[in-house]
Nanobody, 123 residues
């Protein structure tokens, strides 16, 4: 079971930027399709961005043009660069993924989640 540790969250003003990191354990990370998810208070967890093994990406409409997902297989890490942050981006951000080739795998249920990292956008 690969485990994930998220970091990089914090308090930022509207229009600011943050870069989140997700470090994976084990040596099969490169076979994973990976996603960044977020959960705001009182709301369901949602997929924000995904990246495949071949580095194709997809994004939730509300973050397109502002967020960029990337991965470094040599260091077992996936990143989320978040620019022009809005108060609506406030949430706990999590990473997760599965072994496989298709982005649809990111829509399934997971039995394991890391501790997440809090992002607060406020003036």
């Amino acid at each position: 079971q690969v485990q994930f540790v998220e970091s990089g969250g914090g308090l930022v003003q509207p229009g600011g930027s943050l870069r989140l990191s997700c470090a994976a354990s084990g040596n099969i990370f490169r076979f994973y399709v990976m996603g960044w998810y977020r959960q705001a208070p009182g709301k369901q967890r949602e997929l924000v961005a995904g990246i495949s093994r071949t580095y194709s990406t997809k994004y939730k409409d509300s973050v397109k043009g502002r967020f960029t997902i990337s991965r470094d297989n040599a260091n077992n890490t996936v990143y989320l660069q978040m620019n022009n942050l809005e108060p609506e981006d406030t949430a706990v951000y999590y990473c997760n993924g599965r072994v496989g080739a298709t982005m649809t795998l990111l829509d399934g249920e997971y039995t394991y989640w890391g501790q997440g990292t809090q992002v607060t956008v406020s003036s």
